[in-house]
């Protein structure tokens, strides 16, 4: 049994809202305690926002860099991310940021990074937060 940690992108709102539904209807069981799943769950949220690119003035999570945190029975944890552009001068280095961030929060256990192109990246994925700081209304 796994746990994803919801990414919020707005063009993609109403199909979560469906998403959930139709998850709230499924019994699921988890070897972790729903108390650690959600105290986890919010660690690495807190931990992802402390990883910024270093060209832009905004964390990785807000600019929606993030698509898929999937936290597993063994407290491994698997992220979906992409880059800015596949040119970003940092990509070298921020999948590196995000594992040793989200590798630093107790409890969680191995941490795997997997940086894809597909669906490309576009503003639209900015929270409100990352607007305002980047001036993007």
Do not use: H
Not at 27 to 41: F, G, N
Not at 49 to 58: N, R, S
């Amino acid at each position: 049994m796994t746990d994803t940690v919801e990414v919020k992108s707005p063009e993609k709102d109403v199909e979560a809202k469906d998403q959930q539904a139709k998850a709230s209807n499924m019994e699921t069981q988890s070897a972790l305690p729903p108390e650690e799943t959600e105290r986890l769950s919010g660690d690495i949220i807190a931990a992802l926002k402390t990883v910024f690119d270093p060209e832009i003035p905004a964390d990785i999570y807000e600019l929606g860099l993030i698509y898929k945190v999937e936290l597993k029975d063994d407290r491994s944890v698997d992220l979906v991310m992409t880059l800015t552009t596949p040119n970003c001068p940092a990509a070298g280095e921020l999948p590196q940021m995000v594992e040793n961030a989200v590798a630093s929060v107790p409890g969680v256990g191995v941490v795997n990074v997997n940086l894809v192109w597909d669906p490309a990246w576009t503003p639209d994925r900015m929270s409100d937060e990352a607007r305002l700081v980047l001036n993007m209304w």
